[in-house]
Nanobody, 117 residues
Framework: QVQLVESGGGLVQAGGSLRLSCAAS????????MGWYRQAPGKQRELVAT???????NYQNSVKGRFTISRDNAKNTAYLQMNSLKPEDTAVYSC???????????WGQGTQVTVSS
C-alpha cells in the first residue's frame, strides 16, 4: 500500500506561481511513475504531468513551458512547480502513483488551486 499526501494549493492571482508537493509513504519502492492530475468543476479529470524514477517527464500541452514536475526519490516526494498561472488552471490537483507492475494506482486526497483573474 502507498499513501499520498498533497500540499501547497491555494489562491493566487493570474500570472502568479504555486508549488505543489506530494509525499509518498508505505511501499514506496513499488512506485514507478508519479504524476499530477487535475479536475475542474464540470470537467473530466485530466493529466497534467508525470515523472518516472529516472526523471523522464511528460506534460499536457497546455502546461508545457509553465509547469515543471520534479521528484526527490530519497524523500519519496514529487513536486509540481506552476508558473504563469491562468484562471483556466483552477482545479483540484491530485497526486498519482503507479507501481512497476502497473497493477496498482494510488491517489492523494487532492488540493485546490484557484487562480483569480
Amino acid at each position: 500500500q502507498v499513501q499520498l499526501v498533497e500540499s501547497g494549493g491555494g489562491l493566487v492571482q493570474a500570472g502568479g506561481s504555486l508549488r505543489l508537493s506530494c509525499a509518498a509513504s508505505g511501499s514506496t519502492s513499488s512506485i514507478a511513475v508519479m504524476g499530477w492530475y487535475r479536475q475542474a468543476p464540470g470537467k473530466q479529470r485530466e493529466l497534467v504531468a508525470t515523472i518516472t524514477t529516472s526523471g523522464s517527464t511528460n506534460y499536457q500541452n497546455s502546461v508545457k513551458g509553465r509547469f515543471t514536475i520534479s521528484r526527490d526519490n530519497a524523500k519519496n516526494t514529487a513536486y509540481l512547480q506552476m508558473n504563469s498561472l491562468k484562471p483556466e488552471d483552477t482545479a483540484v490537483y491530485s497526486c498519482n502513483a503507479q507501481t512497476w507492475t502497473g497493477r496498482y494506482t494510488y491517489w492523494g486526497q487532492g488540493t485546490q488551486v484557484t487562480v483569480s483573474s
